[in-house]
């Protein structure tokens, strides 16, 4: 047979210069293929010959564990997991955790007495946001779904700019073109929130791309949620990232549900996490509510993605504890009971509550002089944002282009000829002149 084949490829190739000795060394390198002797060597694969007809089965396996460090009661399970924070740092992440908390209950009443038209709280994923916001670089890139204000209140927004921004008044850095709880920073480097599903996700790949580029010692991260993951754009990004070998953090916050729709219904494998080495992309599942496990994760995501220029998916499993947004009534898809049954048994404010207590860094005083000096700093932020004036509404037309084109300019000068003729039908004095 092999000297068949070798006289079949000598008449083929006469008129080739391949010496004799190499066609006897490919044919050798084909017949061990064919006796099983060496690895398959298909592009794009990492496996070996067998001779078994076997179907992978999904639910054979146990599943990626999930990480941790503290218990529900706030104690260390492994000393060798402390990441060891100073007090100043923990209590600094109680209180933003806490006073997101506040923030988000009088916002949510806010909307429902009708002073703003929307709002998303984050009652139970506040160990995601500020575990994940701690462990960050300031100058790190951050791209939001929607549910990640305790990043930027880690960062510094003040309570000012949140309530200017869900007002939507003149001193919105958006200029009240945007959804409230849509918020971006420019000198926070959070990059305003699209209320599109899912876009973030391969603009994250690419601005992550740019910093391998720039070799800037900085990564990005990108938050969503396990329901963003059955968008189109989240295998776009994920396989981007992996193949230019982005330093790119993609954050899941499997939070249990899509809007109405349950985990369960949303996917059939492991999670989210269950994806990522098929991806090729490192892989972690952790404890959404265990700030500590989050900041440790995190930090250590990090060191991958700045250190080795690659992606790191990790999926933070919680339990969205408030609806979905004002537009929402979960009691109509998942019970009270359910509810209450995640809130008394794993908050992520009440473990890290419980921590601060073990060290001596908090107690019932410290926590009622907190509690009031917080309530009453969000609602007068709120109280101050809703007596602004809202933008001059020729902010409207502008900001798109450089220089304006004929076609606004047309549209803005119908607009002002309208609003002067029927100026009685419209509020001209809460607005900007």
């Given at each position: 047979?092999?000297?068949?084949?070798l006289?079949?490829?000598?008449l083929?190739?006469?008129?080739?210069e391949?010496p004799?000795a190499t066609?006897?060394?490919?044919?050798s390198?084909s017949t061990?293929?064919?006796l099983?002797?060496?690895?398959?060597?298909?592009?794009g694969s990492?496996?070996?010959?067998?001779e078994k007809?076997?179907?992978?089965?999904?639910?054979?396996?146990?599943g990626?564990p999930v990480?941790?460090?503290?218990?529900?009661?706030?104690?260390?399970?492994?000393?060798?997991?402390?990441?060891?924070?100073?007090e100043e740092?923990?209590?600094?992440?109680y209180k933003?955790?806490?006073?997101?908390?506040?923030?988000?209950?009088?916002?949510y009443e806010?909307q429902?007495?009708?002073?703003?038209?929307?709002?998303?709280?984050?009652?139970?994923?506040?160990?995601t946001?500020?575990?994940?916001?701690?462990?960050?670089s300031s100058?790190?890139l951050i791209?939001?779904?929607?549910?990640e204000?305790?990043?930027?209140?880690?960062?510094?927004?003040?309570?000012?700019?949140f309530m200017?921004?869900c007002?939507?008044?003149?001193?919105d850095?958006?200029?009240?073109?945007?959804?409230?709880?849509?918020y971006g920073?420019k000198?926070?480097s959070?990059v305003?929130i699209?209320?599109p599903?899912?876009?973030?996700?391969p603009?994250a790949?690419?601005?992550?791309y740019a910093f391998?580029?720039?070799?800037?010692?900085l990564?990005?991260?990108?938050?969503?949620g396990?329901?963003?993951?059955?968008?189109?754009?989240?295998h776009?990004?994920?396989?981007?990232?992996a193949?230019?070998?982005c330093p790119?953090?993609?954050f899941c916050?499997?939070?249990?549900?899509?809007i109405s729709t349950?985990?369960r219904?949303?996917?059939k494998?492991?999670?989210v996490?269950?994806?990522?080495?098929?991806?090729?992309?490192?892989?972690i599942?952790?404890?959404?509510?265990?700030?500590?496990a989050?900041?440790?994760a995190?930090?250590?995501?990090?060191?991958?993605?700045?250190s080795?220029?690659?992606?790191?998916?990790l999926?933070?499993m919680t339990?969205r504890?408030?609806?979905?947004?004002t537009?929402?009534?979960?009691t109509a898809?998942?019970?009270?009971?359910?509810v209450?049954?995640?809130?008394?048994?794993?908050?992520?404010?009440?473990?890290?509550?419980?921590y601060?207590?073990?060290?001596?860094?908090?107690?019932?005083?410290?926590?009622k002089?907190?509690?009031?000096q917080?309530?009453?700093?969000?609602?007068?932020?709120?109280?101050?944002?809703?007596k602004?004036?809202?933008?001059n509404?020729t902010?409207?037309f502008k900001?798109?282009?450089?220089?304006?084109?004929?076609?606004?300019?047309?549209?803005?000068?119908q607009?002002q000829?309208?609003?002067?003729?029927?100026?009685?039908?419209?509020?001209?004095?809460?607005?900007?002149?």
């Amino acid at each position: 047979m092999i000297v068949r084949r070798l006289l079949r490829s000598c008449l083929t190739s006469q008129f080739s210069e391949v010496p004799f000795a190499t066609l006897i060394k490919a044919s050798s390198i084909s017949t061990h293929d064919n006796l099983g002797e060496d690895r398959p060597q298909f592009p794009g694969s990492r496996s070996q010959w067998t001779e078994k007809l076997e179907f992978i089965q999904p639910d054979i396996y146990d599943g990626i564990p999930v990480y941790r460090v503290m218990n529900t009661k706030g104690q260390i399970i492994d000393q060798t997991q402390d990441p060891q924070l100073s007090e100043e740092t923990v209590v600094k992440m109680y209180k933003v955790m806490t006073q997101l908390n506040s923030m988000d209950r009088i916002m949510y009443e806010s909307q429902r007495q009708g002073r703003i038209s929307f709002y998303m709280t984050n009652f139970g994923e506040e160990g995601t946001q500020i575990g994940s916001a701690a462990a960050l670089s300031s100058e790190d890139l951050i791209f939001g779904q929607y549910r990640e204000a305790g990043t930027l209140l880690w960062r510094g927004f003040s309570l000012d700019q949140f309530m200017n921004q869900c007002y939507g008044n003149c001193e919105d850095l958006g200029k009240g073109r945007q959804m409230p709880v849509c918020y971006g920073s420019k000198g926070l480097s959070f990059v305003t929130i699209s209320s599109p599903l899912g876009t973030q996700m391969p603009q994250a790949s690419g601005a992550a791309y740019a910093f391998k580029r720039q070799k800037n010692g900085l990564c990005v991260i990108c938050y969503f949620g396990e329901g963003t993951s059955s968008e189109g754009d989240a295998h776009a990004a994920l396989n981007f990232a992996a193949t230019l070998e982005c330093p790119v953090i993609f954050f899941c916050r499997n939070n249990g549900y899509a809007i109405s729709t349950p985990s369960r219904e949303q996917y059939k494998g492991d999670g989210v996490a269950g994806r990522g080495p098929a991806y090729g992309i490192h892989t972690i599942r952790v404890d959404g509510n265990d700030v500590f496990a989050i900041y440790n994760a995190t930090k250590a995501a990090r060191d991958i993605c700045v250190s080795e220029n690659k992606p790191v998916l990790l999926e933070a499993m919680t339990y969205r504890l408030g609806h979905h947004s004002t537009s929402d009534d979960s009691t109509a898809y998942r019970s009270v009971d359910e509810v209450r049954y995640w809130d008394e048994r794993d908050s992520p404010i009440a473990r890290l509550r419980y921590y601060l207590v073990s060290k001596g860094w908090w107690d019932d005083a410290k926590e009622k002089v907190w509690k009031e000096q917080n309530e009453k700093e969000v609602l007068q932020a709120s109280a101050r944002a809703e007596k602004k004036l809202k933008p001059n509404w020729t902010e409207l037309f502008k900001d798109v282009y450089h220089e304006m084109p004929q076609h606004l300019r047309e549209q803005m000068k119908q607009m002002q000829e309208h609003v002067k003729k029927y100026e009685e039908h419209y509020q001209v004095k809460s607005f900007v002149k």
